[in-house]
């Protein structure tokens, strides 16, 4: 008979015992008892590897390697519930997809094993209570990692060591897949080994002491996992499951135009690829593949599932998708999408998709030699509009939800390690992303306030105060209108991880050069949001009144051949003018326009890289990007 939550209680007082406040201590203090107050989740895991002789550091690091320990109780949208991240395997779509409904790919990668309906079974809880009860659904891990040991006739409870554990750990992976068991595996010993502490979003206080641990690797063996590698269509690292879910280059009409969904190049020997690209797909796993295999849509390089992290890639390597809106940045880069909705991103971005995605990022940096910073690896919403009139439309995902500072923590590109003390003019934003909570509105009724909960950025106000205006994206919003709170408008957010040049400080108050503007942000000593840097920054040529700003590298036109039409050079709307001054991102940017118009690769003056001699810069002018050409500018090394 399954226990229900009414029915927890009882069981709670049982399990923890010693670990936890007694049961007449909980009636006369409900702040004592599980759930509550910020030790709860402590207490929690401690009564659970005391009931099923589980290592305590073990099931906290599994925990951690899962979820962080965080809890969004009751409800989750990638599958993954509780601190343990129990996976509800048959959990539908959480939302419609992007228009061609939910039937799955015919190539679609495997289900997610389902971990909670497993739990329930174990510990004789329904599926509710292991959902939305921290106690139930910590006791549901360990149950599994239990009932694992001792299915592989391993040592359990006082008779076992935190490296015994080590097959029963690569098993909570969910994985079928040995290479990718071992890689979750070898994540939450080295969990263990360095330890870790944080304040959950939830508000528990939970911390894991570093300890020495042996872990048994040839245990793995005993689980009878596949040691099929990656498919060799695959460019994918070992410890990763990536499936090939192939984006059909294929006719879709009669004209030399008509086909879809990408195009044919010869990365990286030409054009050369130089980024990667942060996206959240605004469907379901399912609708997303879906929509990557009509010929009709578009593609992109990889997409990675929410609930466990699986990898599905879609196109090789040496060609283009159509992801980031914008050709020239297209042809430089790699796109991943992230299953999830960038407006309740905090319900999908789950700690898998993040490992999986950051293993994978990796993987392709060292391979295409890719710095591991924010001006080569970056969201979908820091791309410019080619020219004015597409600004304002420009896509504003991964949104504010995803989690920067931890992403190149996971990278081994930590965002804090270039500060320099002393440094004057360029800052990092760096605000904290969980307890950084910003007033953001309407992600799911329009103009109402948005859950709580962590954000990677800081608003931009006109002037130093926090009841000034937001300042103005004059991209966005021709009018000069300030710019709101909305979840999708970027216009006055200095994100994390960027990089700006300092305009003028007062008091506990600083301003950065923004999309032509002064934007002030909170930045008390005491509590800084932002961390002094070095580098370099760019001012306007001696002589020139302003400089123009660009939303792409385009060759000179003396650089087209005959037959390939030169590429319209726009400049953006924004006003680069003296006594500005904007942060350097990259001073290699390439400079050429990749000609790839007609489905036939023999078609004459097609397929064809067209490269430049003029120079650009990539510079932080926004919250967005843009390029300056290296003539009308003077780089200056920062103080």
Not at 4 to 12: E, F, K, Q, R
Not at 394 to 417: C, I, K, R, T, V
Request: glycine share 10%; aromatic share 8%; hydrophobic share 40%.
């Amino acid at each position: 008979m399954r226990r229900s939550l009414a029915s927890l209680g009882a069981v709670a007082a049982v399990a923890v015992g010693m670990a936890m406040a007694s049961p007449a201590a909980q009636a006369a203090d409900p702040a004592a008892s599980v759930g509550t107050d910020a030790g709860s989740r402590e207490r929690a895991f401690a009564a659970a590897a005391s009931e099923y002789g589980v290592p305590r550091t073990v099931l906290e690091a599994v925990s951690y390697a899962q979820t962080r320990w965080d809890f969004n109780p009751g409800h989750s949208s990638s599958g993954g519930y509780g601190p343990m991240h129990l996976v509800d395997a048959d959990l539908g779509s959480a939302a419609e997809g992007k228009g061609l409904g939910d039937a799955p790919a015919a190539d679609a990668p495997a289900p997610a094993a389902d971990t909670l309906g497993r739990a329930a079974s174990l510990t004789g809880f329904d599926e509710d209570a292991l959902r939305t009860d921290e106690l139930a659904n910590i006791r549901g891990g360990a149950a599994l990692l239990a009932a694992t040991q001792q299915r592989l006739g391993l040592p359990t409870g006082a008779g076992s060591t935190s490296g015994d554990w080590y097959a029963a750990v690569a098993d909570a992976s969910g994985s079928a897949q040995e290479d990718v068991a071992a890689a979750f595996a070898d994540d939450t010993y080295s969990v263990i080994a360095s330890g870790a502490s944080r304040r959950t979003v939830d508000g528990k206080d939970v911390s894991l002491a570093p300890s020495t641990a042996s872990p048994q690797k040839g245990q793995i063996n005993r689980l009878g996992l596949t040691k099929k590698a990656n498919s060799s269509q695959t460019d994918c690292p070992p410890g990763l499951a990536c499936d090939w879910v192939p984006a059909p280059y294929a006719k879709t009409g009669p004209g030399a135009g008509s086909y879809g969904n990408h195009d044919l190049a010869s990365r990286p020997t030409s054009p050369k690829i130089t980024n990667i690209v942060i996206h959240n797909t605004e469907a379901s796993w399912d609708t997303t593949l879906k929509l990557v295999s009509d010929p009709t849509y578009l593609a992109w390089n990889y997409s990675l599932r929410s609930s466990d992290g699986r990898i599905a890639q879609h196109l090789e390597p040496k060609d283009v998708g159509w992801h980031a809106g914008n050709w020239y940045v297209n042809s430089h880069s790699i796109g991943l999408e992230h299953e999830g909705f960038a407006a309740t991103g905090a319900q999908w971005f789950s700690e898998p998709m993040y490992r999986s995605s950051a293993r994978l990022v990796r993987y392709l940096a060292k391979k295409y030699d890719i710095p591991l910073d924010m001006q080569h690896i970056f969201g979908h919403d820091q791309i410019p509009g080619v020219a004015p009139g597409n600004v304002a439309g420009m896509h504003w995902d991964p949104g504010p939800y995803w989690n920067w500072e931890h992403y190149f923590q996971l990278l081994g590109a930590p965002l804090q390690s270039h500060g320099v003390d002393g440094a004057k003019d360029l800052v990092r934003i760096l605000p904290g992303f969980d307890h950084n909570v910003q007033a953001v509105t309407s992600c799911t009724t329009a103009g109402q306030a948005c859950e709580p909960q962590g954000t990677n950025f800081v608003y931009l106000h006109t002037t130093p105060s926090e009841s000034a205006p937001l300042v103005n994206d004059i991209g966005r919003k021709p009018s000069g209108t300030p710019s709101t709170t909305s979840v999708s408008d970027i216009g006055a957010r200095a994100q994390a991880g960027l990089t700006f040049a300092v305009a003028e400080r007062q008091g506990d108050w600083t301003a950065i050069w923004f999309n032509g503007v002064k934007g002030w942000f909170h930045n008390p000593a005491s509590d800084p949001t932002a961390i002094a840097v070095g580098g370099q920054y760019v001012v306007p040529k001696a002589g020139l009144a302003k400089v123009p700003v660009y939303g792409r590298a385009y060759p000179e036109a003396s650089a087209y051949p005959a037959g390939i039409p030169v590429q319209a050079l726009a400049p953006l709307q924004y006003q680069f003018t003296v006594g500005q001054r904007y942060a350097v991102g990259d001073l290699t940017v390439p400079t050429n326009y990749y000609r790839a118009t007609t489905y036939s690769l023999d078609t004459p003056n097609d397929h064809v890289d067209v490269v430049g001699q003029d120079r650009y810069y990539q510079v932080s002018l926004g919250h967005r990007f843009a390029y300056v050409r290296a003539a009308d500018v003077d780089v200056v090394t920062a103080r």
